[in-house]
């Protein structure tokens, strides 16, 4: 199944319902939003299903984006998708695994200026990923987090504060800023 992006772009889904992409009309919100501030940046795709966000970022001049999924097929279509859309100077990492095991010991790159997490909603990675977030963050950072709207989520998690909550339709972002300091 293909799905377009920025640019009329068409990348490849993984069949079946096991991955549910964000809502196109979500991710151009999401990267008005973000308008100006995402060339050059780093950006991790936590969860990443199909790769979209990330390749939106790619899209948008992020220098760098790692994405971590745990469907090998998934991350397979990632690699292709991200692939097609890196221009020149930019990089990416797709890595297979389990978010949970993978950030609990640590991801072993450079903090990120973006991290955006978008979990199954029904998984249950909401409470025990969060805690987990802010050692990936760059001081200022910002974690966006995709959600059900109408779903609660704590304002802060350690040393990030909810500084934004948008909805549109079904899904929502939640958009958390890192308040630690530069050393």
């Given at each position: 199944m293909g799905l377009r992006i920025s640019g009329k772009r068409t990348l490849q889904t993984p069949a079946g319902r096991g991955t549910r992409p964000t809502p196109g009309r979500?991710?151009?919100a999401l990267f008005n939003i973000l308008q100006g501030q995402v060339k050059d940046c780093r950006w991790?795709?936590?969860c990443c299903g199909a790769?979209?966000?990330g390749a939106e970022a790619l899209c948008y001049g992020a220098?760098?984006?790692?994405?971590?999924?745990?469907?090998?097929?998934?991350?397979?279509?990632?690699q292709a998708n991200w692939a097609k859309v890196a221009q020149p100077g930019?990089?990416?990492?797709?890595?297979q695994g389990d978010a949970r095991k993978l950030l609990s010991r640590g991801l072993g790159l450079d903090p990120f200026d973006y991290v955006y997490f978008d979990p199954p909603h029904d998984a249950g990675l909401y409470a025990p990923l969060l805690p987990l977030i802010p050692p990936l963050l760059k001081p200022g950072g910002t974690l966006i987090v995709e959600h059900r709207s109408g779903q609660?989520?704590?304002e802060q998690v350690g040393s990030l504060l909810r500084v934004d909550q948008r909805a549109y339709?079904?899904?929502?972002l939640a958009f958390y800023r890192n308040l630690e300091e530069k050393l």
């Open positions: 979500v991710r151009q991790l795709d936590l790769g979209t966000v220098a760098f984006v790692a994405g971590i999924e745990i469907a090998a097929p998934a991350c397979r279509l990632i930019q990089s990416f990492q797709v890595i609660k989520l704590p339709g079904q899904t929502a």
